[in-house]
């Protein structure tokens, strides 16, 4: 790449999967800058193009003190041209303990922004740690609007964050719509663990559940109703109450009881005004050491080390958690449930957690009696397992007591769903393994469907969807199994035109192109292909490689393509209709990027307009058509067009 005239790039800052930032120089004004440069592949995507001229434009239209400053665009080589940034307050988050005047200020400093964007029609959409920025004056301010959207868009509520930092209701409509205080939410949540550094996420049971899935894990805490954050003065020593308060109610989950406002919470907050504009405060966290001596450290008061399993993650979520958990008297019960979180077998312990997710040690004893909820007879200590879970009986006298235990173990079963109820967030399935039965199952908040693939809501879901589904018995008796995770397999049928045939990530992928829009399928390994009605050539059966781009063809699939029917002709897709003779059934057509033709539409063609069955009546010029015809047989006779797509330009 040559030099460019004015901007000098001098090294690279970060970089992510759409763009990479680098410290640059304006060599005119002689200041050193930040610049965006979006990857090279997204440079040839309409799409990718458009989202990031609008974060250029919509940056260039917010001045503010808390929000990072656009300079320029170069539109040829695809730069933002930014205030250059100190660093983010990635680098504190689940590390250290941020000083409790600087969050106080930092904090001050994200409400001001979002007070202004928020007053400007404008959600944000993605504040988290890495998107809160240090200016040279040690200010905070937010920046990447990559994902930003003005509320009167349609698309507001397809507003997207990262899963860590995402409000409940980006995640469920069951917490309400999208809107300024899903903001707030994200604000609070990444104060809280500012607050708490490296102790965090022990405030959050199971999030190793799903391996390197942690995504999906956080995405499955903020949709659960009864999982929330705990009383701030409960398990933090010495945090002011103004504070405390403020981060409290900025992350309740019922948006009845967050701050309708960033104004509101400002309002809340007890601090100086001159530190709010100065930053001085936040400098502190990012300038120099802790040193402070750990005894006067903040100090956690009440820390849950979870490390567990999915199952007890969203066993979890099964239960309860109608009131905060009160501080236990010791005293003698007669039963626990929990969920197994570790078997020290030669200790003759095992550890569980309640339904509160609050771990407990139980002895068990020399002979305890343990069995499977499924099975006849006994099984040892060590047959337990992380997951099960266990239901604790104790038998006789405080002095001599002996254990019983009823252990509950995960099954994986498919089948098809028979029904569902919607409203009790349950459904029938006719299970075939380990052995065909009706069982009827309740889907809790935070169990992982996903749908060809897709993640999907129950309400997403049908009778006579194919599933694979693991569960376990239901805790709360609301049906016989609850819900882990699911896989729903349907059989969708979709019409195109191939764009192309192209590996990824070792599979073979086709990507579908109908009336300017786009998809792709991964081909399943016995996928069944037919060529101009043939299903070989002479004798060698079609594979996905011999489809070719411009193929006109019909995909079954589910999560994988099942068969592809092709008809190999001319095609064009994008066309606009520029002129209609119906005398003739002529159309007078401009492809993209090609001299414009004249076609005519065959007696039998096959008319469609927006999906449905249309006559040639209803066609209208300026229509965009996916065009598949024949070549006129000279050249001066028309195409004959055998199928037409339409639908009206937007």
């Known amino acids: 790449m040559k030099d460019h005239p004015r901007y000098q790039l001098l090294e690279k800052i970060a970089s992510g999967s759409y763009a990479t930032v680098y410290r640059g120089r304006d060599q005119e004004l002689g200041r050193d800058v930040a610049i965006k440069q979006i990857h090279e592949q997204f440079l040839q995507d309409p799409k990718q193009l458009d989202r990031y001229w609008s974060e250029a434009q919509l940056l260039a239209s917010l001045q503010h003190p808390n929000i990072v400053t656009i300079y320029d665009i170069v539109r040829e080589r695809g730069w933002l041209i930014m205030e250059l940034m100190q660093g983010d307050l990635s680098k504190i988050a689940g590390r250290k303990q941020m000083p409790l005047e600087s969050l106080k200020t930092t904090l001050a400093h994200g409400l001001r922004a979002l007070k202004f964007l928020h007053s400007h029609g404008i959600l944000h959409g993605d504040i988290k740690p890495s998107n809160m920025m240090i200016d040279r004056r040690k200010r905070v301010k937010i920046g990447d609007f990559g994902l930003a959207r003005r509320v009167s868009n349609e698309e507001g509520s397809l507003i997207k964050g990262t899963t860590k930092y995402m409000a409940p209701e980006v995640v469920s409509d069951e917490f309400g719509e999208v809107g300024p205080a899903s903001d707030l939410y994200s604000l609070g949540f990444a104060a809280f663990e500012l607050m708490c550094g490296e102790n965090f996420e022990e405030l959050f049971p199971g999030l190793n559940a799903f391996g390197r899935d942690r995504q999906m894990a956080w995405m499955m805490w903020h949709a659960a109703p009864d999982r929330r954050l705990p009383e701030i003065k409960r398990v933090l020593a010495d945090v002011p109450e103004d504070l405390a308060q403020v981060i409290q109610k900025l992350t309740a989950k019922p948006q009845s009881l967050r ?7 400002l309002s809340d907050l007890n601090i100086d005004i001159k530190l709010i504009k100065s930053g001085e405060e936040t400098s502190e966290s990012l300038g120099r050491s802790r040193t402070t001596n750990p005894d006067k450290r903040r100090r956690m008061l009440l820390i849950g080390a979870f490390a567990v399993s999915a199952i007890l993650s969203l066993a979890m979520l099964f239960m309860p958690d109608d009131k905060p958990v009160q501080p236990t008297e010791k005293k003698t019960v007669d039963s626990l449930v929990g969920v197994v979180r570790e078997v020290r077998v030669n200790e003759r312990k095992i550890i569980i957690e309640d339904e509160h997710g609050v771990p407990e040690e139980i002895a068990v004893g020399k002979k305890p009696e343990i069995r499977l909820s499924d099975k006849s007879g006994y099984i040892l200590l060590e047959d337990l397992s992380p997951q099960d879970r266990v239901e604790i009986h104790y038998k006789g006298t405080e002095d001599k007591r002996t254990v019983s235990i009823t252990a509950s173990r995960p099954a994986t079963s498919s089948g098809k769903i028979k029904e569902i109820d919607h409203k009790a967030s349950t459904f029938t399935a006719m299970l075939v393994d380990p052995q065909p039965q009706e069982v009827q199952m309740y889907v809790p908040a935070g169990a992982k469907l996903l749908l060809n693939r897709q993640p999907v809501q129950l309400d997403g879901l049908q009778a006579g969807d194919h599933i694979e589904v693991t569960h376990l018995k239901d805790m709360q008796n609301r049906a016989a199994r609850a819900v882990i995770h699911m896989e729903v397999l349907r059989g969708t049928t979709d019409t195109g035109y191939i764009k192309e045939i192209a590996p990824r990530d070792g599979k073979l992928w086709l990507t579908l192109t109908r009336l300017k829009e786009q998809s792709a399928f991964e081909f399943s390994d016995t996928c069944k292909i037919t060529i101009n009605g043939q299903t070989d050539d002479n004798g060698t059966a079609y594979r996905p490689e011999d489809l070719k781009a411009g193929d006109r063809v019909q995909v079954t699939h589910d999560a994988f393509i099942t068969t592809v029917i092709a008809a190999r002709h001319q095609s064009f897709t994008g ?8 005398s003739t059934r002529e159309i007078h057509v401009q492809p ?20 449905k069955r249309a006559e040639f009546s209803e066609l209208r010029e300026g229509d965009v058509l996916d065009i598949l015809f024949d070549p006129g047989a000279a050249k001066d006779l028309p195409g004959s067009v055998i199928t037409l797509d339409s639908r009206p330009s937007k």
């Open 575 to 582: 066309a606009t209709l520029r002129k209609i003779d119906q």
């Open 592 to 611: 993209d990027d090609v001299a414009a033709l004249t076609l005519v539409l065959a007696a039998d063609c096959e008319i469609s307009r927006q999906g």
């Open 259 to 265: 701050y309708k406002s960033a104004d509101e919470a």
